[in-house]
């Protein structure tokens, strides 16, 4: 079996790695001063703990992208890159929640890490509420843009919620909710669905997400649709009634989540998550900057189903 080094990037949390056609493996997540975008690439996975980052973006001084720069991702997009995250005009929170918005950037050129950026603004939606983790993927010819958003009619901070785009940074039609915190263990501190990732496997296709609070209650939950499915009708969509992927004490693995999927050059799949190795946090969860990015394979049932099994310890 495949071992990596775990964790593989420290003080790196909601890690996103994407294989390019040119066999580059990219890697952008969020800092610890959530002030920044960086990328990194590496010719293979491990080499993405060496390589050296670069500030692609910096935030402004003022303005909806002036702070708290959360869980960006990198996609390929028609010939384009395209970056996703999600940003507050100010660090306050108001009603119970932070103010973010979700915003895109795009660069046109082979390689992102110096290319041009362009500031494609706010990703709208019909709600403006507090809305994040955007990711996108392609199915059956059209392009999808799924996030988390709060609807001031549901008790909770997020639902996952889908649309087709338009462009990369415009969705058009009307969004369909995918999942909101219903089990127990969606709801432990916060009421969260977010953070979702998309993976499609034999005769189906996956969305993984996280739920509750980002502390050691933290988990990943799992949505699935038939292969050919309307995926905008939300009755094709089937939820598992219990987490994937969940906090491993034996192994001081706390609040595993946020993950996003990569593979080997080999074709394993890897799931790619963030957790810490303790649960004694000072203050507010988010500001301790301890979510490490880790990888692990993962394999399939007979059923086609993915089994994460559980995060491991820490092996260096």
């Given at each position: 079996m495949t071992t990596f080094p775990n964790p593989l990037i420290e003080q790196r949390a909601d890690p996103y790695i994407h294989l390019h056609q040119d066999g580059w493996y990219y890697?952008?997540?969020?800092?610890?001063?959530?002030?920044?975008?960086?990328?990194?690439?590496?010719?293979?996975?491990?080499?993405?703990?060496?390589?050296?980052?670069?500030?692609?973006?910096?935030?402004?001084?003022?303005?909806?992208?002036?702070?708290?720069?959360?869980?960006?991702?990198?996609?390929?997009?028609?010939?384009?890159?395209?970056?996703?995250?999600?940003?507050?005009h100010s660090p306050e929170i108001k009603d119970g929640l932070f103010q973010h918005r979700m915003f895109a950037l795009t660069c046109d050129e082979p390689n992102p890490l110096n290319g041009k950026w362009i500031e494609r603004g706010r990703v709208v939606t019909p709600l403006d509420t507090f809305s994040l983790?955007?990711?996108?993927?392609?199915?059956?010819?059209?392009?999808?843009?799924?996030?988390?958003?709060?609807?001031?009619?549901?008790?909770?901070?997020?639902?996952?919620?889908?649309?087709?785009?338009?462009?990369?940074?415009?969705?058009?039609?009307?969004?369909?909710?995918?999942?909101?915190?219903?089990?127990?263990?969606?709801?432990?501190?916060?009421?969260?669905?977010?953070?979702?990732a998309v993976i499609r496997h034999g005769d189906k296709i996956f969305v993984t997400y996280s739920a509750s609070a980002t502390d050691e209650n933290?988990?990943?939950?799992?949505?699935?649709?038939?292969?050919?499915?309307?995926?905008?009708?939300?009755?094709?969509?089937?939820?598992?009634?219990?987490?994937?992927?969940?906090?491993?004490?034996?192994?001081?693995q706390f609040g595993p989540g946020h993950n996003s999927f990569t593979r080997t050059k080999e074709g394993q799949d890897v799931l790619v998550y963030h957790a810490r190795n303790y649960t004694e946090i000072e203050g507010d969860p988010l500001y301790d900057p301890n979510r490490h990015t880790r990888i692990k394979i993962f394999h399939w049932d007979e059923k086609g189903m993915p089994v994460f099994g559980e995060p491991l310890a820490d092996n260096r």
């Open positions: 890697f952008i997540a969020s800092v610890p001063e959530y002030d920044r975008l960086e990328l990194r690439r590496a010719q293979i996975l491990e080499q993405l703990a060496e390589a050296e980052p670069t500030t692609i973006w910096r935030k402004p001084e003022s303005g909806p992208m002036s702070h708290l720069i959360w869980a960006p991702e990198l996609h390929f997009i028609n010939g384009q890159w395209v970056i996703y995250f999600a940003a507050a983790d955007a990711t996108s993927f392609e199915y059956q010819g059209k392009l999808y843009y799924l996030w988390a958003q709060k609807d001031p009619d549901i008790r909770g901070n997020s639902n996952l919620y889908l649309a087709e785009l338009e462009t990369p940074w415009s969705i058009k039609g009307h969004p369909v909710m995918l999942t909101k915190p219903e089990f127990d263990w969606e709801i432990q501190g916060f009421w969260v669905n977010e953070g979702p933290y988990c990943m939950g799992l949505l699935w649709a038939k292969e050919g499915a309307n995926i905008l009708d939300a009755s094709a969509w089937h939820k598992v009634d219990k987490p994937v992927f969940s906090t491993a004490r034996h192994h001081r």
